[in-house]
C-alpha cells in the first residue's frame, strides 16, 4: 500500500491550501482514511479522518476552518484548508486504514507564513 500526498506549500497567514492523498496498491477497501499533523518539537496530531461511508472526525482546534472529503472510486483523499493560520505550519501526513491495519504516507510540508 502507498499513500502520496501532495499539495503542500507556503502560504501567508488567511490564505487556503489543498491537500490530497492518493493510495494505491492492494487497498480495499480502505476502512478510515485522514490527515495528521506534526509541528516542530510536538506529537502528531489528528486533523480529520473520513470513515468509508462519509462519516468524519476533526481536531478540536479547527474551528470549522478545514473540510475533509475522500473520492471513493478514485482512493483520493482531500483537506480544503482555509484560514491558515501561522500555527497550522506542520508536516502533514495522510493515514489509511486497511483491514485493522495502518499505513501512512510521507507527509507534505505546509507553511504559513508572511
Known amino acids: 500500500v502507498q499513500l502520496q500526498a501532495s499539495g503542500g506549500g507556503l502560504v501567508q497567514p488567511g490564505g487556503s491550501l489543498r491537500l490530497s492523498c492518493a493510495a494505491s496498491?492492494?487497498?480495499?477497501?480502505?476502512?478510515?482514511m485522514g490527515w495528521y499533523r506534526q509541528a516542530p518539537g510536538r506529537l502528531r496530531e489528528l486533523v480529520a479522518t473520513v470513515t468509508i461511508d462519509g462519516s468524519t472526525n476533526y481536531g478540536d482546534f479547527l474551528e470549522g476552518r478545514f473540510a475533509v472529503s475522500r473520492d471513493v472510486a478514485k482512493n483520493t483523499l482531500y483537506l480544503a484548508m482555509d484560514g491558515l493560520k501561522p500555527e497550522d505550519t506542520a508536516v502533514y501526513y495522510c493515514?489509511?486504514?486497511?483491514?485493522?491495519?495502518?499505513?501512512w504516507g510521507q507527509g507534505t510540508l505546509v507553511t504559513v507564513s508572511s
Open positions: 496498491g492492494s487497498i480495499f477497501p480502505i476502512n478510515v
Open positions: 493515514r489509511a486504514v486497511i483491514s485493522a491495519r495502518i499505513y
